[in-house]
């Protein structure tokens, strides 16, 4: 999954994200320059990343001669040109999760029936949008299958199942295995779920799951044994048209990660699927466009307090919050000096009046002065989708490159 191929210098160097002259260039843009022309806190974003990412993993399904469809997750991320050139491919559909999401799929130009909606604990007024348009339709309650089939009598469904197996780049971002979550219905009442829709007239199509996210090579095992499990819940379903794998798929965020081997998740899928001769659907959100972006922001404080040194950034947790609430490592890049050594640990803190306001803890970085810019990679997912206006400060910009 990793295409950085043998290129020397830092370990995420990459086409489009690269180093010239010690300088971090982005798709070919001086990064620091693109800073100072447009001022930060700032999101920039590359849609020739996303549709890289796009074919990259509808060749691995190629590859092991699955029938499939690529849903992408739009709560991911919701910027307009990312959305657009989705469109322009012709061949990715959406994950909603929410009726705006649906709703804003529907603006965008998708069609209802190239809209996969998977929500948890719908309301009333959420089903009367999303009952309105002919979206495939995974349910993942009994409460949900029982108001729909008195509402909608007739409507194919998917049911989302929880396979009591799950894997993510943390126990937050972990969706299903030994401790109970809100998310799917369980083996234990699964006929119980089956004979439900039947009776309240409802045609089950499709199996969807989603077991967590940013798993690495690591977790493809785990995933792997999910997909066998919900084999063989498919096998108990007559006339099921699709299978819904959900997303999670993550990306390498340091050096010691070890992106996931996209021929073996396509080809372990391929193996307990392949026989059931169904559609497969794909729901990453993270893995398509994390890579897609960098956060630019300022240095403007460099101080040591108690013994360690705080480099404080006019960026906030309200712009990006992805290392404050799930701790996710968070590569930061010098952008005038992107391959120098490291010269000192340092914790690189927000302008938000929170304690946990923090991007990065002994943090390795080249000799940071007030005054630079520094880049987060792989901003792309979970960044501006998830921003708030704590503090009242606002969310950071955004530019889109060409
Ligand atoms: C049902 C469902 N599908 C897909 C996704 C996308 O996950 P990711 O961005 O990790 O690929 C999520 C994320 O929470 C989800 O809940």
């Not at 489009?16 to 990064?31: M, Y």
Request: proline fraction near 5%.
């Amino acid at each position: 999954m990793n295409d950085t191929g043998d290129r020397p210098g830092p370990w995420w160097r990459r086409t489009g994200l690269d180093v010239v002259e010690g300088r971090l260039r982005f798709a070919g843009h001086d990064a620091e320059a693109i800073a100072r022309e447009h001022g930060t806190p700032l999101y920039v974003y590359d849609p020739d990343r996303l549709a890289v990412n796009v074919g990259r993993l509808q060749a691995a399904f190629d590859r092991a001669q699955l029938r499939h469809r690529i849903h992408y997750a739009l709560k991911a991320n919701r910027l307009p040109a990312f959305l657009a050139r989705l469109r322009s491919l012709g061949t990715v559909g959406i994950d909603a999760c929410s009726p705006q999401e649906v709703t804003l799929a529907l603006g965008a130009g998708w069609k209802p029936e190239d809209i996969s909606f998977t929500g948890t604990n719908l309301s009333e007024r959420d089903l009367n949008v999303i009952l309105a348009q002919p979206v495939i339709l995974n349910l993942d309650s009994l409460s949900a299958i029982r108001r729909v089939g008195r509402r909608a009598p007739g409507r194919a469904i998917g049911l989302r199942v929880n396979p009591q197996v799950g894997t993510g780049y943390s126990a937050q971002l972990t969706y299903a295995g030994e401790k109970p979550t809100k998310f799917g219905i369980y083996a234990d009442r699964f006929d119980e779920a089956l004979s439900l829709a039947r009776d309240c007239g409802l045609e089950v199509q499709g199996l969807h799951f989603h077991i967590g996210s940013g798993w690495l090579r690591a977790g493809l095992d785990t995933f792997l044994e999910a997909v066998m499990r919900g084999a063989e819940l498919a096998r108990r379903v007559p006339g099921l048209r699709y299978f819904n794998i959900g997303g999670g798929l993550g990306i390498p965020l340091q050096a010691s990660d070890q992106g996931v081997d996209l021929d073996a998740y396509a080809q372990g899928i391929a193996l307990y699927l392949g026989p059931l001769r169904i559609a497969i659907f794909a729901e990453p959100g993270d893995f398509l466009v994390k890579d897609a972006a960098i956060l630019l922001t300022e240095v403007v404080t460099v101080e040591d307090k108690g013994g360690t040194r705080f480099v404080g950034v006019d960026c906030g947790s309200n712009a990006f919050n992805l290392p404050a609430v799930y701790h996710f490592h968070q590569e930061i890049v010098l952008c005038r000096a992107a391959d120098a050594p490291p010269a000192m640990s340092c914790t690189v803190a927000g302008h938000i009046n929170e304690a946990g306001d923090v991007f990065a803890e002994n943090c390795r970085l080249a000799n940071v002065r007030e005054g630079d810019v520094l880049a987060f990679l792989g901003a792309g997912g979970y960044g501006a989708s998830m921003a708030s206006y704590h503090c009242a400060r606002p969310p950071a910009r955004e530019l889109v490159l060409e």
